[in-house]
C-alpha cells in the first residue's frame, strides 16, 4: 500500500500541485491587473491634458523610417532619417524619394532650410514666411510637420467638444471652422489612435491614423503614422524601423550638408521670391 508521504511526492501529485500553483499566480496577476480609465466621468479639457502629458515627456527623437507617398497616378517609396528636439526644431533627411526633390530639411522656431539634390539649390529663410507646400506635393501644415512625424495627434478643445461612446471605443468630438473634428481615445495609453475631419459637407477630408503604439523613453509613440486626404486620394505612411526618444542628439545630426557648388537661394518676403521650377538668378 502506498503511503500518504509517498503519494505526496509522486509525479502525479506533483504535477496537480504545480498545475494549481499556476493557476492560483495567473489568477492573482490577472485580478492585480489596473482597468484603464472610465473616460466617461472626464471632460473634454480633462482628456487633453492627459493626452498632452505624453507628448511633453519627449525631450529628443530620432528615428529611422520607410516612407510611402501615393498620390493620384503616382507613388514614390523611399527611407528617411528623423531628428527632432523638442520644442522647435527638426530635421528630416530623405533618401532615394523619387519624384519628391528635398533631400533634407531643416525648420525651428527662427529659420528653415530646405535642399534640392537635384536643382542642387539650398533655400534658406525666417521660419514665418516657410511654407511646406512649396516643398513636398503632399498636403501637410508647416504646423503639423512635428506632429505628423511623431505621430502624436493633439486635441485643443472648445465649449462645442463632447464625448461620445461607439463600442468600447472614446471618441471626442467637435466643431471647427473646417467641420466636425473626432478624435479616437485609448484609454489605456490616453493616446489619440485615429482622427478625422469631416467637411460641412459631410465629406471626410483628412484622416489620420496612429497605430503599434510602444512605450520608449517614458513616452508612447506609434511605429505606424498614416495621413490620408481621401477626397484629394492622397496619402502618406511613415513606417518607423527604429526609434529612440530622449536620447542625446549630437549637434551635428542637425546641420545640413550640402555639395560645394550648391545654389542658395533666399526665401521669404523680405528679398525677391524665385519661383521653383524656372531658371534662377540667385539674390545678394
Known amino acids: 500500500m502506498q503511503r500518504p508521504v509517498d503519494f505526496f511526492f509522486s509525479k502525479h501529485a506533483r504535477l496537480t500541485i504545480g498545475l494549481g500553483l ?13 482597468p484603464p480609465p472610465n473616460l466617461s466621468i472626464f471632460t473634454p479639457a480633462d482628456i487633453s491634458t492627459r493626452v498632452l502629458r505624453n507628448y511633453r515627456k519627449l525631450a529628443s527623437f530620432e528615428g529611422r523610417a520607410r516612407i510611402i507617398i501615393e498620390l493620384p497616378g503616382q507613388g514614390y517609396r523611399g527611407t528617411s532619417k528623423v531628428y527632432m528636439s523638442f520644442p522647435d526644431s527638426v530635421f528630416v533627411k530623405t533618401e532615394a524619394i523619387l519624384g519628391i526633390d528635398v533631400g533634407a530639411l531643416f525648420l525651428d522656431d527662427r529659420y528653415f532650410a530646405a535642399y534640392a539634390p537635384r536643382e542642387n539649390t539650398l533655400y534658406y529663410g ?8 512649396d516643398f513636398l506635393q503632399i498636403e501637410i501644415e508647416t504646423e503639423e510637420l512635428m506632429e505628423v512625424f511623431v505621430g502624436l495627434d493633439q486635441i485643443v478643445p472648445d465649449s462645442t467638444y463632447e464625448l461620445l461612446q461607439d463600442g468600447r471605443e472614446t471618441i471626442l468630438s467637435g466643431t471647427t471652422p473646417a467641420g466636425t473634428v473626432r478624435f479616437w481615445i485609448d484609454p489605456g495609453k490616453m493616446v489619440v489612435t485615429k482622427s478625422e475631419v469631416i467637411d460641412h459637407a459631410g465629406q471626410t477630408i483628412l484622416k489620420r491614423e496612429f497605430q503599434r503604439f510602444a512605450k520608449k523613453g517614458g513616452v508612447y509613440l506609434p511605429r505606424t503614422i498614416k495621413i490620408t486626404r481621401p477626397v484629394a486620394k492622397e496619402r502618406l505612411t511613415v513606417v518607423y524601423t527604429n526609434q529612440k526618444v530622449n536620447k542625446k542628439i549630437a549637434a551635428s545630426k542637425f546641420s545640413m550638408k550640402t555639395s560645394k557648388n550648391a545654389k542658395r537661394v533666399y526665401w521669404g518676403d523680405n528679398r525677391p521670391r524665385v519661383e521653383r ?5 540667385e539674390t545678394d
Do not use: M, N, P, Y
Open 126 to 133: 525666417e521660419a514665418s514666411g516657410f511654407d511646406l507646400h
Open 277 to 281: 521650377g524656372q531658371k534662377r538668378k
Open 22 to 34: 499556476a493557476w492560483f499566480l495567473s489568477s492573482c496577476a490577472a485580478t492585480s491587473e489596473v
